[in-house]
């Protein structure tokens, strides 16, 4: 596989196992360089806190895990490493829309699009997730978001 799926998919493994982990710390973890990982978002509540992880997939939406929403995230935190020192360009507010067949983790479905409330500002520490290429058609369909009405997700 290429790494940015192996990326994507240890993403989707933390945020599924986050909410299950014993205790909030990283075990034998290790500083991630700047340089790297300039996709990774900090999804937090209305206090300001971090809830899940989450990765920008381009200027206007983040991914993370549907059950996330319990948090009720209302903003993401993007472009650093070290969330003790943001300030408020990093800050996005954001909408919600959770994949229509979610219940819970374990039925599956488990991902969330964050839509930012601006474009979020590319630099040299934030980048989006290179996401592999594929040759399959998608069908345009549409996703029903409750803060939307029917039949539309933006």
């Given at each position: 596989?290429?790494?940015a799926?192996?990326?994507?998919?240890?993403?989707?493994?933390?945020?599924?196992?986050?909410?299950?982990?014993?205790?909030?710390?990283?075990?034998?973890?290790?500083?991630?360089?700047?340089?790297?990982?300039l996709?990774?978002?900090?999804?937090?509540?209305?206090?300001?806190?971090?809830?899940?992880?989450?990765?920008?997939?381009?200027?206007?939406?983040?991914?993370?895990?549907?059950?996330?929403?319990?948090?009720?995230p209302?903003?993401?935190?993007?472009?650093?490493?070290?969330?003790?020192?943001i300030?408020?360009?990093?800050?996005?507010?954001?909408?919600?829309?959770?994949?229509?067949?979610?219940?819970?983790?374990d039925?599956?479905?488990?991902?969330?699009?964050?839509?930012l409330?601006?474009?979020?500002?590319?630099?040299?520490?934030?980048?989006?997730?290179?996401?592999?290429?594929?040759?399959?058609?998608?069908?345009?369909?549409?996703?029903?978001?409750?803060?939307?009405?029917?039949?539309?997700?933006?």
């Amino acid at each position: 596989m290429k790494p940015a799926l192996h990326r994507i998919l240890l993403l989707q493994l933390l945020t599924t196992l986050g909410l299950h982990a014993l205790g909030s710390e990283i075990i034998n973890g290790e500083k991630v360089p700047d340089n790297k990982m300039l996709f990774m978002a900090s999804v937090q509540n209305s206090r300001n806190k971090h809830i899940c992880g989450g990765f920008l997939i381009n200027k206007d939406f983040v991914v993370t895990a549907a059950h996330c929403d319990d948090g009720i995230p209302t903003s993401v935190v993007l472009g650093t490493h070290n969330l003790k020192k943001i300030d408020d360009t990093m800050r996005y507010s954001v909408k919600r829309c959770k994949h229509p067949s979610y219940e819970k983790v374990d039925k599956g479905s488990d991902i969330m699009l964050l839509k930012l409330s601006k474009k979020a500002r590319l630099n040299k520490r934030l980048q989006p997730i290179s996401l592999p290429k594929t040759k399959t058609k998608i069908k345009k369909k549409s996703v029903q978001c409750s803060w939307m009405g029917p039949n539309k997700c933006w």
